[in-house]
């Protein structure tokens, strides 16, 4: 998995990544670390995860429990925060980022939404302090 990490944090308090590609959970806890220990990164700091061109179909069960479980490790990192996921309309991508969002409940302490491309804005709109 690729990703691409982008400060907003001063113009609109949020982070945006981009990921494209395979899901790896290797991938997946780089992007993480890298996020969380970015100069301007504080906690509260809402995120925008752009995954349209990020490919699902190695995203089984075991990898979404281990992404959930990567990211509820940096709750102190993630609470009082909202997490825009965007997607493409494909079905499979859809109900694993559910999976992922059920997983991650109370455990992590942010707000998570789901988005269509079609909503993109929408996401931006919504995590825009």
């Known amino acids: 998995m690729k990703y691409e990490i982008q400060d ?4 609109y308090g949020r982070f945006l990544i981009k ?3 395979p899901f790896s959970i290797d991938s997946q806890i780089s ?18 995860i752009d995954a349209r061109e990020l490919e699902f179909e190695n995203y089984n069960i075991n990898e979404i429990d281990s992404a959930a479980l990567s990211v ?4 102190k990192h993630f609470e009082n925060s909202r997490h825009a996921i965007i ?6 991508g859809l109900m694993k980022s559910e999976m992922f969002n059920f ?4 455990k992590v302490g942010w707000v998570s939404r789901i988005f ?9 709109t919504w995590t825009k302090k």
Do not use: C, F, I, P
């Open 116 to 124: 269509t491309e079609d909503e993109y804005e929408n996401a931006l």
């Open 72 to 75: 509820a490790l940096l709750k």
């Open 87 to 92: 997607l493409s309309k494909e079905a499979d």
């Open 19 to 21: 990921l494209s590609g």
């Open 31 to 48: 992007m993480l670390r890298e996020l969380v220990s970015h100069s301007n990164w504080r906690k509260g700091l809402n995120q925008v």
């Open 103 to 106: 997983l991650t409940g109370d």
């Open 8 to 11: 907003e944090s001063k113009k």
